[in-house]
């Protein structure tokens, strides 16, 4: 296992082997992740759109599920309200004049 020296500035030098691993050039971006006890340095993607692309691919749709939801949920309650006016107009026949 590698072993890394943190210089005077807290400089840390990646060695050579996981730079040419993981792709990391200078001017790259990395990431300090603290997992309460162990430190992680993860890189950052140059183009995080383009990294993201296809990442849920193969799974369900959560803006249709929701749009879905959403409109199982209005004819609900035009439904409800269907009812609670025909009753209205009910009671409005059977009022006394």
Known sequence: M??????AKGWVVIPAEYRHKYGLRPGDKVS????????SILPVPRDPIEH???LLA????LTRALLKER??????EEQ???????RQL???EHAPK
């Open 90 to 92: 009910r009671s409005a």
């Open 52 to 54: 993201a692309h296809g």
């Open 2 to 7: 590698p072993v890394a020296t943190i210089s």
């Open 32 to 39: 300090i992740v603290d997992y309460g006890g162990v430190l």
């Open 71 to 76: 409109q199982e949920e209005f004819q609900r």
């Open 58 to 61: 193969g799974r369900p749709s």
């Open 80 to 86: 409800r309200c269907a009812r609670v006016r025909s």
